[in-house]
Structures are given as C-alpha cells and as structure tokens.
C-alpha cells in the first residue's frame, strides 16, 4: 500500500462489518448471497476480491455502490454510512464511489457518441457547464485512460474492447471519485489487452491516489494489481489477506484450489489441473451446506468440516482464514489425515 499523503485519518477507505445480502426468491428460496462478509480497505488501496461464479462478488460490489442495500450489516464508504444514505446523501456517495462493469458495451448507448457519453455524466452531476467545457473535459479524461481526443467522435462499435473499457473507466472517473469498484473489468477481454488495462489502472491509481475493489473470478487476473486479496466461497469471506501471504503459504484449500486452476500455457495440461484442483461446482447460494461451506467439494474435509462452520481467525498481522484442518495444523495438533 503506497503512501498516502494529506494526513487523513487512519480509518479505513471502506468498511464492512457483518453484511449479509438474502435475496427472497420464488421459485429458489431464500438465497444467501452473501453472508456476514467484514472487510476493510485503505485508503489508496488495491483489494482483488477473488472466488468462482456465483460466490457473492457482483452482489459485494452492488452494496458497495449503493445499487442495493444490505439485508443487514454496517458498510462505509469515505466515512459514509452506506445503507442510510439518501437525496444529497446518496448522490455525493455514488459521486465518491463508482462502478466499473465487465462489458462497457452494455452500458454505452449504441447511437451516443463517446464525447456525448462521457460528457452525460459531467452534465448530470453538474460538473461542466458550457459546450466548451464538456468538450475539454472530455478531452482531459480520454487522454488520461490513453485514448485520442478524436474517440470523442466515434460511436461504441467503432471501439475495440480494450478502448471501450477504457471509455468505461473515463466515464467513472469523469465525476472524480476515491473508490473505483471494478467488476470483472478485463474477463472479457482479449489476453494480449488485458495487461494494457491493467497497466492503466496500476498508474491512474497511482497518479489520482483512487482505492479499488478489483473483483475477478481468476486469481492469476489480480496478482499484478492487487495489495491484498479477499477470496469469497458461498457469499463468505475464507481467506485474506496481502497478496504475497495468500499466495505463498498454504492455507484455505480453496485458494489453493483456485491457484492449481491458474492456466498455464499447455492447454491440456490446464484441463487436467482445473479439473484436479477443485472438484464439482460451487453449490446452491439457496442451500448453503451446514459447517464450512466448502466442505462438500474439500480434500481435507473431516467431520468437524461438516458439522461447525470455521471462524475467519488470524495468521500473522493482516492474514485471516476460515479452515479447521489447517488451523489445527498450525496450532501443531496431530493431524490424522494426509494430504493429496
Ligand atoms: P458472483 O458475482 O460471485 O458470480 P453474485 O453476487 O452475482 O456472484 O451472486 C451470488 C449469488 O446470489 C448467486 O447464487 C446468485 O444467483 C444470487 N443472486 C444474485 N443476485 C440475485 C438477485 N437479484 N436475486 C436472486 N438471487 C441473486
Ligand atoms: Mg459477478
């Protein structure tokens, strides 16, 4: 985590302290989405919130910008309560933090030209007055996400992916907010493009000292951006903590699980890691197992597995996991089992 200068206070940038999302359904139930997630992230931070499909990372980023409120639990943002935010409240909230999605595509207007896209958000926030003042505005965003003044004039199908995801992040900082929440912002795209994007968010944070939540379901996508990782199963938070501990030290089996599917240039190779890595698929957010939720697809599951659900408890300084065996493990108790 980088320096951070004008001396504000050491609270954190954002705060999650027990939220829980159910979403009552018809036909599925009550789906637990997520379930008791604490979190905090530092000013000029870079969180990756990593965990396969379905495991409550859109529904994280939807309560962090106030796109949906939480069933219950405390979130902050900028010392902002989250959840009470309304009027004025809310709007300066959705001016601090922003959302960047996985398919800008989906959020450009197909007959808007970029310039009137971008130049929409400085309007509507009040942010630009005169037609003069859009237009350099504009130009000062799309150079800095590294796009040429004359994309103004384009409509979206005229953009390649990486551009359009570079219109996407212009748009969110054109109201200029401190916390970016990217949602799978490069899964879509090209690999050989992925780097560039990422590359370009590693200096806007650097240069406008912005915090991000960069979400993504492939571990390997966050390596090079994040400070520190959180790695959701089943709408709970199993591991986190600073990029290198996580990554280094064996300790929830599903982080490993998810570092064995990491690809690998050998494409045969991959299938047969992905497929000995992580065994069937992430249950029903509807019917989450009893104990620790991973249990059912776990290599090191034992009955106390299946019975008592994990406490998220310390490693270290800013290391947490949630797993009976390897917290057993570390405590030095006899283990009774090998592992494959
Ligand atoms: P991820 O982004 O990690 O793939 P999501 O947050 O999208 O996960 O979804 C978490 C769980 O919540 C899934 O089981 C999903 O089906 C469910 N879910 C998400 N949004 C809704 C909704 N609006 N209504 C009902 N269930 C939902
Ligand atoms: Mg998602």
Redesign the pocket.
Known sequence: MPEVGGGSSAEPMIELRDVVKH?R?RG?GV?H?IDGVSLTVGHGEILGLV??????????ARLLTALEQPTSGRITVAGRDVAGARGSGLRELRRTVQMVFQDPYASLDPRQRIGDAIGEVLRVHGLAGGKEDVRREVTRLLELVGLLPGIADRFPHQLSGGQRQRVGIARALAVRPQVLVL?EPVSALDVSVRAEIINLLARLRDELTLTYVF?S?DLAMVRHLADRVAV?YL?QVVEEGPWEAVSDSATHPYTEALQAAVPVADPELERSRRTGSVRGEVP???RPPAGCRFNPRCPLAEDVCREVAPELLPLGAAHRYACHVRQRERAGAPSGRGVS
Do not use: L, N, P, Q
């Open positions: 979403y359904t599925r789906v989405a965990g396969e499909s379905g495991c409550g990372k859109s529904t994280t949602d979400i379901h959701m709408g029903d957010a509807a």
